[in-house]
Structure formats: C-alpha cells, structure tokens
C-alpha cells in the first residue's frame, strides 16, 4: 500500500480496496494529476467565457497546466489581466464602438491596422483632445477570481478522485 496519495483520504481509501501495488499507484496517479490539471484548465476557460459571454478563444493562452509527474503534482496557472479588446471582434457603431459580448462604449472608436496580420482594436480618448487615447479592454479579475475559486477550486478534489479510480482500475486491468 501507498501512504504517499497526497494524503487525500478519498485517494486512499481507493488503494485500499483495490489493492494496488505501489507501482500501480504511481502510474495511475500520474495519469490522474494530467486529466485533472488539463480538466481544470478547460472548466476555468469555459466558466470564464460564459460568465462573461465571449468567446472561448478569446481566452487562447490564458490558462496552462504545468506538470511535475515526479513530485506528483500539477499546477495551474490563469491569466486574469485585462483582455485586450482586439481579441474581442470590436466593431464601429454610429455612436461609438463594442466589443463581442459586452454593450457599446460610447465615443470609443475602431482602429483596423492596413498592414500586418494583426487585429483591430478598439480605442477611447481620455481627454476632449485629440490625443492621448487609450486602449480599452475587458476586466476579467472579478468574474475569473468568482469562476476559478468557485466552480473550479470546489470540485478538483472530488474530480482527482474519481480520474484516481479510474486511472487505478485500469491499470489494475493490465
């Protein structure tokens, strides 16, 4: 029997009753820390985008797993700072500009570059000069602290327990 299943008394009560050997453990639980990491990614990455009614893609890289299989961990890692509103489709309105998902912001305007591969992005003036302007984006703190710490945190220890079992029947199966 293993004593080192991160101390979960769920993960141990899974060795016991199926007996495995430690190598088994081992590998299952490998297995079981990369779904789980990779799974968390994924319902972070959707929970943030639905709260916040925008595209998946428009959170493209904010989300990575990181995996130390040696030490038996996985972390993960999410990107909250603002979204920049060129990954948001902005448009220009009659009145003003908006992004995909979200309301008008009024007097905002659409810069759409004339070379390059690079998106159009949406700008505001700060002042009633022409210039300075600034960029606007989308502040996702709020909403991804309330997915992350609420729908993902709450749920990775049941969810580790059952890819566990899963990963441990298999490997017993061998």
Same mark, same amino acid.
Not at 17 to 36: C, F, H, P, Y
Not at 47 to 58: C, E, L, N, T, V
Not at 76 to 94: A, E, H, K, Y
């Given at each position: %029997? ?13 060795? =016991?009753?199926?007996?495995? #050997?430690?190598?088994?453990?081992? /590998? ?7 779904? =789980? #990491? ?8 959707? *929970?943030?985008?639905?709260? %916040? @009614? ?5 959170? @493209? ?10 030490? !038996?961990? *996985? ?11 060129? /990954? ?7 009145? *003003?500009?908006? %992004? ?6 009024? @007097?905002? !305007?659409?810069? =759409? $570059?004339? /070379?390059?591969?690079?998106?159009? %992005?949406?700008?505001?003036?700060? =002042? ?10 989308? $502040?996702? @703190? ?33």
């Amino acid at each position: %029997m293993s004593t080192y299943v991160l101390g979960v008394p769920s993960l141990d009560k899974i060795v =016991t009753d199926l007996a495995a #050997t430690n190598g088994q453990v081992e /590998r299952a639980l490998k297995r079981a820390i990369s779904s =789980t #990491t990779r799974w968390a990614a994924d319902v972070g990455r959707s *929970g943030i985008a639905r709260a %916040m @009614h925008i595209r998946i893609a428009a959170l @493209h890289g904010r989300a990575r797993v990181y995996l130390r299989l040696a030490e !038996f961990s *996985g972390v993960g890692w999410f990107g909250i700072n603002d979204l920049n509103s060129s /990954r948001l489709n902005p448009v220009q309105t009659p009145t *003003g500009a908006k %992004m995909e998902g979200q309301p008008e912001v009024p @007097h905002a !305007f659409v810069i =759409t $570059p004339s /070379r390059g591969a690079r998106a159009p %992005m949406m700008f505001i003036r700060t =002042t009633s000069l022409r210039y300075p302007i600034e960029p606007v984006k989308l $502040p996702i @703190h709020d909403v991804a602290n309330a997915v992350l710490f609420g729908d993902v945190a709450t749920k990775v220890d049941a969810k580790l327990a059952e890819n566990f079992d899963r990963e441990l029947r298999r490997e017993i199966e061998k």
